[in-house]
């Protein structure tokens, strides 16, 4: 296959370690973070060759970023520069029945001030092959989902297949403008649509019914009729994912996903993920892994099943990033889910 782009925003992370609320930690634990860039380190971790492209400001900050990325494997060379900071975000980790905190401070970031023009799409597309965007991006700012848009349309023009991550931030919203008005032009221009649970209602009243993520089992099943209303509502889609977690407590999850090609719907197994070390970043770990699967395996099920196991072994890595392997992965699809020491 050929190169794989990613675009959206990146920030610096801040969070107190060893689960501590902010009002008890004498200090924070710093990395970097982004539902793009995440794709982009878990494509990097598979072999795939990548990109993430976003626009940083010229100081030391984004430098460590960038350095960062290179350190993965992530290509970071159509990266633009201009505007004054790099966003950032504090998270407080839950556990139990506490539930994680965020706390945002990204407004004024240099993406968020990106313009149409300023990104060489067909440059950026050169052996391109794959293009993923979120919902987190046009969620930024006028200019981020007008620049969104046109890295859509110019993948399109190219014969590009684009996939998109809805991931509703309701916190984000904040221009002007809902999702359900700015988000359908730029699904439109999507082949491969990932939701959880709650996006396809909150963006587009879409939903399930009888399902209760707070029970901590959620029925796959109910989920065909979400990628039936998805695909009449944007007929280029050829495929919509559904991650399915059931929230037991912040350290006990159930995890799987549902994959609906507009004919079959495949269903993944069901893991118990029971002692969460961190579960920011999982969903787009189960998207860096699905990428891996779909242009790897020769089956949409193998594929699912792959974005499954990747997105559960992420929930025992601290940070933004999923640092597993191919064969790790593939061990537990293979149902070897013992934890041994490997010696």
Not at 256 to 284: F, K, M, N
């Amino acid at each position: 296959m050929g190169k794989i782009v990613t675009f959206g925003e990146i920030m610096l992370r801040l969070a107190p370690p060893d689960f501590l609320r902010f009002k008890q930690s004498t200090f924070l634990e710093s990395t970097f973070g982004g539902g793009e860039a995440n794709v982009a380190v878990s494509c990097a971790n598979y072999g795939l060759d990548v990109s993430f492209v976003t626009r940083l400001p010229e100081n030391d900050i984004a430098g460590w970023c960038v350095r960062t990325l290179n350190t993965y494997g992530v290509d970071t060379s159509d990266i633009i520069y201009g505007g004054e900071r790099l966003g950032i975000y504090f998270l407080e980790t839950g556990a139990v029945s506490r539930g994680s905190k965020v706390i945002y401070d990204r407004a004024n970031s240099s993406v968020s001030q990106i313009q149409p023009g300023m990104i060489d799409w067909n440059k950026v597309f050169d052996g391109v092959t794959w293009f993923h965007w979120t919902g987190i991006t046009p969620a930024i700012s006028q200019g981020a989902a007008d620049v969104c848009l046109e890295g859509i349309k110019a993948a399109n023009a190219l014969g590009i297949t684009v996939s998109c991550d809805l991931n509703y931030r309701k916190n984000l919203w904040k221009y002007g403008k809902s999702a359900g008005e700015v988000m359908p032009d730029l699904v439109s221009g999507t082949d491969i649509i990932l939701g959880n649970e709650e996006d396809a209602e909150k963006v587009f009243g879409i939903h399930p019914e009888g399902v209760d993520v707070t029970s901590g089992h959620v029925e796959g099943a109910a989920y065909e009729s979400v990628g039936k209303q998805l695909m009449t509502k944007f007929p280029r889609a050829k495929k919509v994912i559904i991650t399915l977690r059931g929230s037991v407590s912040a350290s006990h999850n159930s995890w799987s996903g549902v994959l609906w090609d507009g004919e079959q719907l495949y269903q993944a197994p069901i893991y118990q993920i029971t002692h969460i070390v961190d579960r920011v970043g999982g969903g787009d770990s189960f998207m860096g892994g699905l990428i891996y699967g779909l242009n790897t395996y020769t089956d949409d099920q193998k594929a699912l099943n792959f974005a499954v196991a990747a997105s559960c072994l992420k929930h025992t890595i601290k940070g933004d990033f999923n640092q597993v392997t191919v064969e790790e992965v593939e061990k537990l699809m293979g149902g070897d889910a013992s934890g041994r020491v490997a010696r």
